[in-house]
């Protein structure tokens, strides 16, 4: 998977390429925490270059979201138990003030409508209406 991250102001965007999973995924949140400890506080990640993303890469769009929220996320080793407590515990609005998602594909977009999360996230048709929704 290839990363690119560029900046519009307090907007971070990250730009995803390939497909995210279980090998890769920490990328996507080490990139998050990068953009958020670098003063980005709302982000967006176009998703439309994913030829595929798993349940790996709901956990980091998830921890990206709980970071830009200034929420230290759960560690891997807790598990999906914590994800779940997580999502019971953060709001679904707090998600779309801070993260947006950009030109999800038909094959992500399942991931999303298969486990629930799907509400969790602000989807766009593409990066520039993303950024324009959250403010850069």
């Keep these: 998977m290839q990363i690119e991250t560029e900046r519009h102001g307090d907007v971070a965007v990250i ?62 080793e807790a598990g999906w138990d914590a994800l779940q407590q997580f999502s019971s515990d953060v709001s679904a609005s707090r998600f779309h003030e801070v993260l947006k998602l950009a030109a999800v594909p038909p094959t992500v977009d399942r991931v999303f409508s298969h486990t629930g999360m799907g509400v969790l996230f602000e989807h766009h048709p593409d990066r520039a209406s993303a950024v324009a929704a959250a403010g850069g």
Excluded: C
């Design 15 to 76: 730009v995803l390429e390939g497909e995210l999973d279980a090998s890769n995924y920490e990328q996507v949140i080490a990139a998050a925490r990068t953009a958020y400890v670098e003063g980005a506080r709302r982000l967006v990640i176009d998703l439309g270059g994913l030829t595929y993303m798993g349940s790996a890469g709901l956990i980091a769009l998830h921890t990206a979201g709980l970071l830009f929220q200034g929420v230290e996320p759960p560690t891997g």
